[in-house]
């Protein structure tokens, strides 16, 4: 299990607003190896995707759909000089995001979309399953409870602000869901495998609980 954790400093101190934190936990054995997500876009051309949402589909791996609100920003080694354009370099201060941590981030194996304040993100991350499968994860929920647990207590969380939720169907799939507080953010993380050998964590922080479980609801492995 490995936590990768992207910590957003400005003038040498964490910033205490919403959204400090680029968070994704992968899932995998030491052999395991990523699952390239480079070249995603933004699609509106779903006929069933409702008024005011659009798709989201990595055109690269081609290996899920999700919905989010029509106002969403990619964030990407593509996309990030034309945003700070777009909606200039205070947004990003503003919501606590340093640009210099941003343009170092390996996009490789993540998507990440945030709210038009950029205030909300949520990110998808795709790695190697390497053997281990959605009923695994279903029969193996307390150990993996407790592999979560001591991975984020290891970077300093607090115990009691980790906490395993339950396994669940939530519109067509079943997630392995967790929820972490850390650095005034709450993450709330969904893990799912594909029949083949993908493991996708998908991480929510500071979501307004309804779009986070449209958005949800919306996923579809392809």
Known sequence: MIYIQFLLYRKG???KKSILTLCALLLCTAAGTVVSAQETELSTEEAAVKEGWMLYTSASSELYTIEVPDDYIELSADTLDTLMDTVG????????LDLSILGSIDYSNTDYLYSADMLSN??????????????????????????????????GVAEEDCEPMDVEQIGENTFYRYTVSMMDSTMHQYIICNE??????????????EIEKEIIESWKLL
């Open 13 to 15: 101190k964490f910033m």
């Open 89 to 96: 370099e205070d947004v990003f201060e503003n919501a606590g």
């Open 122 to 155: 949520l990110n998808v991350q795709i790695s190697k399953a390497s053997g281990l499968t959605q009923d695994m994860i279903t029969s193996m929920k307390d150990d993996l409870d407790a592999q979560m647990a001591a991975t984020y207590m290891a970077i």
């Open 196 to 209: 083949d050998t993908d493991m996708f964590t998908i991480t929510f922080t500071n979501f307004d609980e």
